[in-house]
């Protein structure tokens, strides 16, 4: 098999070439290769000087993931790359595209490090659930300082190219055509000089005059940062540059490192990461099916979803008109949008200019005819299957055709709206989620005639957009929503049953969601959808909206709340919903937090199997997807399904049978068999 790497001698230099698509991952034929190359430069008395770079679109994307778990075949890259250290010919990293993890750890144990303008350089090994293994937590800090270091090792976000320099990270931008000539040069002008070695750095010594550095930056961080094991472990690393020498840093490092690996939340976030990937591909359509070209967007309605909706697209550079019934919906709709771009601006995260940018993009109508030559509609109406079914016979007589007609419907039936065209074939659901600018996912609803490339143009268009999009079949709810009511079906009986609400929330919020059904509640307005008859009262909400226990805008709703937000449980509720209870002649008990975990998360897996069981999710692996990004299910464990595999499947059986609720036969079956999901 011939080697990944390669090398060219120019005159005194020597490039060393890495080429292993699609992102140059460091696997077992690229370290050796790596080695070898650099044992070949410093035996050869012509080589004066070595430039490594990669072919494709960009340098070392780290190691090779793939690899992971797997019994490990040397060379390894710390030893790789202490030799390549250890040279006392400069040793110059040429960097285009990302030097992410391993990548990153290569150009650290360079003497020198340049970059095209475009690149990004990081350590995203935390969102894989781990820390560097190369050394890299121990000459980071060393080469720019324990505060550079610490959001890098321990967040795990690239920096672009510009900031990497600024902290002393890259030593020259160069040409963003002319990479390889002028890391020729850069090179070239080191010879016969000492070299810089980030192991012998002595930026650390920040974190040592000012060790409190650390523990502010876990308060700083400390959101971000709730359940996961690794950044801590990050943290640790980092401070440990200061306080050990080298050697025992790293030897330190590679003992975080493996614990890290061998345990479960990385397992899960690397079952994560590629499931991401997974979800994208579709069984049926071919990768290389044609995309239909999407250069102006139509939405209908500019409420709450159709505005956030719209933002995705006028951000991403696309055209869009936004359709309203009267003029003044119109207006409110674009002016919080405007609102909406003008606080993103106030946080620094766009320029004013690209506001006006963004907004310019936008044509406001309230015409069915200025939608005419768009290549694509989402309609975002009122939740109501005549409304919708009257709005896309108007679209189907007024927008082009081979224009793809989108729903944003919650729960209705795709199918059935699809009825009202006469293109079948090009309607399709793309169900966003509130707020719809910021939330990333987009489940992608594939009717029964969705043609395959309307289907691939929705994935490719999501990417465009930064969102990550799943395919769902046609089912109330779809794969998200459909899970959700099974859990907002046992919150409510749980608490009907004597279980307290704060319980119910707080052990969403120890398994690592952000927050629980009735704090959600509050957040949403518990009063959104209510009838506004405080004598008619048939449910708990109903209940406190009797009492103008509207949620957190009111002041009080299942919880009360004080200026700072801050949220403390009610008397006042605990008796209306034991009254409630009583009316309803529903006997109490004490309910133990781990009954509530169970009846919570149980039927939700239960639900999941069905829906694989139906081919509605074409993959577990999808729902995890879904509930990760819709919903805050938390990473660490890698997504309902994924956690179900973890604690095992007959756990959940005998769990859902001991509380008297559904097991799916799918879901018993895989049991049985002692088998999985994912
Ligand atoms: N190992 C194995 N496969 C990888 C990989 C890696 N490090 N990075 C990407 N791939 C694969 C993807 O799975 C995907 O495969 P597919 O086409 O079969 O689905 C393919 O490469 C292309 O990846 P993307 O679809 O993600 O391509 P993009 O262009 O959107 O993104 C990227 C490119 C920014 C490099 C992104 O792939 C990425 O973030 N990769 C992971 C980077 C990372 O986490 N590196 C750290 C690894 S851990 C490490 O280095 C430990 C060290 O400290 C010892
Ligand atoms: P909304 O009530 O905020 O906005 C709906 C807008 O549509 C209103 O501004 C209304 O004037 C306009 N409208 C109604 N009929 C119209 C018509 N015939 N022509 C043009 N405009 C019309 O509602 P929201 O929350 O934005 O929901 C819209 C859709 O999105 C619904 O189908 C809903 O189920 C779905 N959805 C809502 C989510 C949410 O969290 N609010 C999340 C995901 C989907």
Known sequence: MTSPIRTELHDDVLVVISDNPPVNALGQAVRQG???????????????????????????????????????????????LDAMEASDKPVVAAIHGTALGGGCEVALACHYRVAVPS????????????????????RLPRLVGAEAALPMVAIGNPIAAKKAQSIGLIDALVGEDSLEAD???????????????????????????????FDEFRTRQGRKMRGFDAPNAAIEAVKAAGEMPYAEGVKKERELFMKLMSGTQSAAMRHYFFAERAANKIDDVPADTEILPIKKVGIIGAGTMGGGIAMNFLSAGIAVTILEM????LDRGTSVMRKNYENTAKRGRMTGEQVEQAMGLLTPTLEYDDLADCDLVIEAVF???????????????????????????SYLDIDEIATATKRPGYVIGLHFFSPANIMKLLEVVRGAKTRG????????????????????????????????????????????????????DDVLLEFGFPMGPFQMGDLAGIDIGWHRDPTKVTTIREALCAVGRFGQKAGKGFYDYDEARQRTPSD?????????????????????????KERLLYPMV?????????????????????????YGWPLFTGGPMFWADTIGLSTVVEGLEKHGLEVSDYLRNKAEKGETFN
Not at 55 to 77: C, S, V
Not at 326 to 329: H, N, R, S
Not at 383 to 409: C, P, R, Y
């Open 34 to 80: 790596l080695k070898d190359a650099i044992e070949g430069a410093l035996g050869d008395d012509r080589v004066k000087a070595v430039v490594i770079r990669c072919d494709g679109r960009t340098f070392f994307a780290g190691a090779d993931i793939t690899e992971f778990g797997k019994p490990p075949q040397g060379p390894n890259l710390p030893e790789t």
């Open 119 to 138: 690149a990004k350089i990081g350590l995203p090994e935390v969102k894989l659930g781990l820390i560097p293994g190369a050394a890299g937590t121990q």
């Open 183 to 213: 890391a020729i040069a850069f090179a070239r002008s080191k010879i016969g000089q000492d070299v810089p070695r980030s192991s012998e750095g002595t930026a650390n010594q920040d974190g040592v005059k000012n060790p409190d550095l």
């Open 326 to 329: 009267k003029q003044d919906a």
């Open 383 to 409: 939740e109501n299957m005549d409304v919708k079914k009257e709005v896309f016979a108007k679209l189907d007589e007024t927008v082009k055709q081979g224009a793809i007609l989108a729903s944003n419907t």
């Open 453 to 504: 490339d309307v289907l691939a143009t929705a994935m490719k268009l999501s990417k465009k957009i930064g969102k990550v999009a799943v395919v769902s079949g046609v089912c109330p709810g779809f794969i998200g929503n459909r899970m959700l009511s099974k859990r907002q079906e046992q919150a409510n009986q749980l608490i009907m049953e004597g279980a307290n609400y704060w319980d119910v």
């Open 572 to 596: 006042e509720v605990k008796q209306i919903i034991a009254d409630f209870a009583a009316r309803e002649g529903s006997e109490q008990r004490d309910i133990s937090k781990g009954e509530i």
């Open 606 to 630: 239960n639900e999941g199997a069905k829906i694989l069981d139906e081919g509605m999710a074409q993959r577990a692996s999808d729902i995890d997807v879904v509930w990760i990004n819709g």
